[in-house]
């Protein structure tokens, strides 16, 4: 997700969950350790490892950064060796903590936080994040709501997006269509998807994802709420979307039927994304990160709102996270001052200008900085915007096993495999089963 000349490094962080990673991490909680190593060198220098995440123009930001705070502060050294890339972060920390040697702060998705938040040696930043130069409340909503879990700040926000519909105006023009506003429904979305279909072109509506990965699912949470519906019952033991999904599915179904979606058959979308920077896509919903491919592709493009059933405004937003873990009283400090540095305005902003994140408060949003950038960005401010109607992911920590359910029942009627009712009738049980589990 990298406002930069290639494809995005972490832009498929929220594409994967991995299958079994829940049981998995419930088997290393239970005999994590803490490091041997106190950090502290004869000096009194405090090393801190951070398992980072990135590559290309995300690795050189965070390389810059931590430059940049080692200078200002001189007893700190941050490590940025070891750990991999996003995408396999959540099977690397759940080793670790099973062996004992864990790092000091690990880039974790904000649907993977609850999960491993179930380990004692997950530190928590309700202080660091209150006390901060950056007042709290100051923070974009889906921000602070995906590193809370059960009323506690157990990470700090590392990265911040939201979902929007990327047009291809020249398609539009050819069809003779306007470029939809805001308010706008998906019954509209649906009619003209079709509309710029055309099948002796090679050009379709929209994409989907088809894989039934978190990449396949995310994009539907917003039709759920919008209904209505949420993630989890109130109960905590089903799901709370079992009627507004079949009314989801139905759009999804719609597409399918009349031929006007690219359904991705590989993990990370690269397809459906390479298909829209050909020229042969009308609309796709992404994330800011998709930009500089569109960009460098030379689609004249706009950005507009997600559509919604009510007309309301609604998004979905997939903020990841830093997570501290407990090395030593020592390590902990520098590594909660370091998490807290990343989150303010200066730093926030360079950050977010490389490696494609949307500014992480308001404060971060004033800065001239940001300013500039979003003004030469065609479209990042419907993004930003988008922030106001945003809501995230569950923090349940059996969502892998709900959303692995839900990615299985949309692919099954993309595919023309099942009715939305058959589909949402098995993902109600499968999910059922993962939620009625003790954990």
Known sequence: MVHGQHHPAPHSRRTVLRAGAGAALATALAG????ADDGVGPDGRV???????????????????AERFMRSHPHIYVDLGGGV??????????????????????YIFGSDLAGVARSPKVVDLGDTMRSGPTPWTD????????????????????????????CNKKLFREAGLPLPRKG????????????LTDAGRGTFGTGWPGVGDEDTVWRLWPMVWDLGGDIIAPDGRSIGFAHEGVRALETVEALARAKSVYI????????????FASGRMGMVVTGPWQLPDVIQAKIDYAVVPLPSYSRKPITISGPDTWTVFDNGTARVRAARTF??????PDQDVLWDIEAGSLPLSRRSEAEPAWQAHAAKTAGLDVFTEALDSARVRSTHPAYAQVSTALGQAIVS???????PAQAMRRCAAEARAALVIPR
């Open 47 to 65: 090393t801190i490892n951070m398992w980072h995440g990135q590559n290309d123009n995300g690795l050189k930001a965070i390389k810059a950064l």
């Open 339 to 344: 998490v807290s540095w990343l989150a303010q």
């Open 32 to 35: 994590c350790g803490q490091g």
């Open 139 to 166: 923070y974009w909503g889906p921000a602070r709501d995906a590193v809370m879990i059960n009323g506690s700040i157990r990470a700090s926000p590392a990265v911040l997006d939201s979902l929007a519909v990327v």
């Open 85 to 106: 890339l996003s995408d396999s972060m959540l099977q690397k920390i759940t080793a670790a903590l099973a062996s004992g040697s864990y790092p000091d702060i690990a």
């Open 184 to 195: 706008w429904t998906w019954a509209e979305f649906e009619d003209t998807a079709h509309r």
């Open 264 to 275: 991705d058959p590989k993990p990370g979308s690269e397809q459906m994304y390479q298909v």
């Open 413 to 419: 009627v993309l595919l023309g495999r099942s009715s």
